[in-house]
Each structure stands twice: as structure tokens, then as C-alpha cells.
């Protein structure tokens, strides 16, 4: 149980840093297959076949994440922003060997090395360096809905951003100041397309689990290298002291290892 709620509060976290995928955190936890089955039976409308306590306890405990440390993290990447996002490389890459999507090894030139990982990588980095659009108009419930729709698919995808995708769009500041104030007549719209976004993206995922395990394990793998580039090309390292950065590093390895493999 402990370690379900950590995973669910990782995936939580990772789910409002720009640049960082909650999908990939829940592979990495071990949560991704588990979960992808559970939303994609719900989506289904099988209630009975669904485990209503796991999927309880994980949400809470990433709704949990989100609040408890939503407030340090955003006071880390203001005042500490280098040493913070060296921390979350070394949490993602001390985390790497742990995403495995097949039921049997398969080895690292496999694994890393294919047109599929390839892509992941060219992927991720395309949408993060994509210029932003800045400038929705909320009042236009249309496009309200679809950023709802195309940040959720962004988020069942390994590698991918849901909140990246919100900046990219221009709407990241206004979703999270509709969050914390609760306005959930506003939120309707994003809501709403997120549901719709989210359940079509699901049965395609739980497709490309089921039949091309392999590839979509070399896919992940790449897209998650990809977000690990894209957010170390954000780092500013002039006015810190490099002891600090490296120790961030080391002990964001260290964490993601020691929760990764514990038992």
C-alpha cells in the first residue's frame, strides 16, 4: 500500500511540471499496465470488472501530490530551478531500466536502439521546442474542450507532456488558476473534452500493449530520453555551484532507485 500511494503521488507530481509525463511515472512505478486497464474497462462501462480500491487509493494519492507538494516544488523551480530539475532528471533516469512493458528481457541495444525509440525521441522533442501559440481565448468553449482532449492523450502517453501541451497551446496558466479556485462550471468544457480525449486514447494504448509490446516498450524508452534532453535544455547552470547540481543528480538517482526496486 505504501509504495501505491508513492507511485500515485509521483504521478501526481509529475503531472504539473511542464516537460515531465506523469504516463512516464507510472510505467516507471510499475502503475501504467494496471492502470490503462482499469480506465480502459471503465470507459467501457464494465463496473463489476473494475478495481474500484486501486484506482481509489492511486487518485487520491496523486490528487494528494498535486496539493502537498505543488507549493515546494513551485518554490523549488523559482529560487533553486537548476538543482530542481536536475533532481527530476535523476529521478527519471534512475528509473529507466524499470520500464518494461513485455514479459520477458530483452536486451539494452534491443531496447534502446530501433526506428521505434528513435521516434519517441524525435517525438517528445518536437513538441517540446515547438513554438507557443500563447493566446486561446477561453471564452470559445470549442477550443476549451479540444485542449482538454489533446492535453489528456498527451498524458496517457509515455514521454509526453499533458501540462507541456497546455503551455504549448497557451492555456497551462489559466487551467491551473481554474484548479486551485475551484471553478468547476469553467472547467466544464476541459473536463468534458478531457473524458472524450482520454477514452479514445485509451483503447489505443491498451491496443498497442496487448500486440506490440515490444515497440511500444522502445517507444517509451525514447520519448522518455526525449523529456529527460528537453528539460536539461531548460537548465541555466551559470550562478550555481556545481557540487550542488551534481548532488541533486546523484540524489534523484538514488530515490527513483530505491522506490523502484523496493518490494
Not at 507549493?71 to 528509473?95: C, E, K, M, Q
Not at 525509440?117 to 493566446?135: E, F, H, K, N, R
Not at 491551473?176 to 480525449?197: E, N, R, T
Request: proline share 3%; charged share 5%.
Amino acid at each position: 500500500m505504501f509504495k501505491l500511494v508513492v507511485s500515485g503521488m509521483l504521478i501526481g507530481i509529475a503531472n504539473i511540471i511542464p516537460g515531465v509525463s506523469g504516463a512516464t511515472l507510472a510505467v516507471i512505478t510499475n502503475q501504467y499496465q494496471r492502470l490503462i486497464t482499469n480506465v480502459a474497462t471503465l470507459t467501457s462501462l464494465k463496473f463489476n470488472r473494475v478495481e474500484w480500491g486501486y484506482l481509489t487509493s492511486i487518485g487520491l494519492a496523486a490528487v494528494g501530490g498535486i496539493y502537498v507538494f505543488s507549493w515546494p516544488l513551485d518554490y523549488g523551480l523559482t529560487h533553486f530551478n537548476a538543482v530542481t530539475l536536475l533532481f527530476i532528471i535523476g529521478l527519471v533516469l534512475g528509473s529507466l531500466e524499470m520500464v518494461q512493458l513485455t514479459t520477458h528481457q530483452r536486451s539494452r541495444k534491443c531496447r534502446y536502439i530501433s526506428g521505434w525509440s528513435l521516434g519517441g525521441l524525435v517525438l517528445v522533442l518536437a513538441i517540446g521546442w515547438l513554438p507557443t501559440t500563447g493566446g486561446i481565448e477561453w471564452n470559445n468553449t470549442v477550443l476549451y474542450g479540444l485542449s482538454g482532449a489533446v492535453a489528456m492523450m498527451a498524458m496517457l502517453i509515455p514521454g509526453v507532456s499533458g501540462s507541456m501541451i497546455l503551455v504549448l497551446l497557451g492555456t497551462y496558466t489559466e487551467v491551473v488558476q481554474l484548479i486551485k479556485s475551484f471553478d468547476m462550471i469553467a472547467m466544464f468544457p476541459f473536463a468534458l473534452g478531457a473524458a472524450i480525449g482520454g477514452g479514445a486514447t485509451i483503447k489505443g494504448i491498451q491496443w498497442l500493449i496487448y500486440t506490440h509490446a515490444p515497440q511500444f516498450e522502445s517507444f517509451i524508452l525514447g520519448a522518455v530520453i526525449g523529456s529527460v534532453v528537453f528539460i536539461a535544455s531548460q537548465i541555466h547552470i551559470v550562478g550555481n555551484h556545481p557540487l550542488s547540481l551534481c548532488l541533486a543528480l546523484i540524489l534523484g538517482i538514488g530515490i527513483s532507485w530505491r522506490l523502484t526496486h523496493a518490494r
